[in-house]
């Protein structure tokens, strides 16, 4: 089953790396991993699709958790959620072709981001169904290029937000990890 996974980590370096790396050393899949900063440059959301039966998922979930970087981790597949990817289409484009070409772009309300004598550049966002079903229209044209950014997605119902208290347990997240390596050591 696919999941959608929202995690909210402090925004410094090596925390992609940390995500990332919990997840291949399960060997698990990521199927798309989008990052960006927040509405507190301090802070970063990542958001993860991966696809694993509920067991394994909430394994990965509680691993995610004790890493001292991650703020908040929350599965919101089985929520009601906003989705959306954005991707960019390369496609061939013979003079002929080109009327067709438009009526599925305005169809799908893409739009037209470059044009060249050979080829016409589309950008579409939605869900990955949107995607796959315009992608599947393009195809006889002609595919050249596609980037497609990966899934972002919000909650509905629920705010994955942090407050003071969250950055608060985050430190002293950190801290302890701090004490246990040295400790170690």
């Given at each position: ?8 980590v402090e ?6 790396a940390?995500?990332?790396g ?5 060997g698990?899949n ?7 900063e927040?509405?507190?440059p301090t802070?970063?959301?990542m958001?993860?699709?991966a696809?694993?039966?509920?067991r394994?998922i909430?394994?990965?979930m ?5 890493l ?7 599965d ?8 959306r990817?954005?991707v960019?289409i390369?496609?061939?484009a ?15 309300r893409?739009k ?5 004598p ?10 990955g ?5 315009m992608?599947?229209l393009?195809?006889?044209f002609?595919?050249r290029?596609?980037v ?6 919000l909650s509905r119902?629920s705010?994955?937000?942090v ?6 347990e985050?430190k002293s997240k ?5 004490q ?6």
């Amino acid at each position: 089953m696919k999941h959608v996974i929202s995690v909210l980590v402090e925004n410094h370096f090596g925390v992609l790396a940390h995500v990332s790396g919990l997840f291949s050393a399960r060997g698990f899949n990521i199927d798309s991993l989008a990052v960006g900063e927040t509405d507190d440059p301090t802070v970063s959301r990542m958001t993860i699709v991966a696809h694993g039966d509920d067991r394994v998922i909430e394994q990965i979930m509680k691993q995610l958790d004790k890493l001292v970087d991650v703020i908040k981790v929350q599965d919101v597949t089985q929520e009601e959620m906003i989705e959306r990817e954005l991707v960019l289409i390369k496609v061939n484009a013979k003079a002929t072709a080109r009327p067709e070409l438009m009526q599925i772009v305005s169809t799908f309300r893409a739009k037209v981001v470059d044009v060249n004598p050979k080829t016409v550049t589309v950008e579409v966002t939605g869900n990955g169904s949107k995607i796959d079903a315009m992608l599947e229209l393009l195809r006889p044209f002609g595919i050249r290029e596609v980037v497609r950014t990966g899934t972002v997605a919000l909650s509905r119902k629920s705010e994955l937000t942090v407050s003071s208290s969250a950055k608060s347990e985050s430190k002293s997240k950190e801290k302890s990890g701090t004490q246990k390596k040295t400790e170690k050591v």
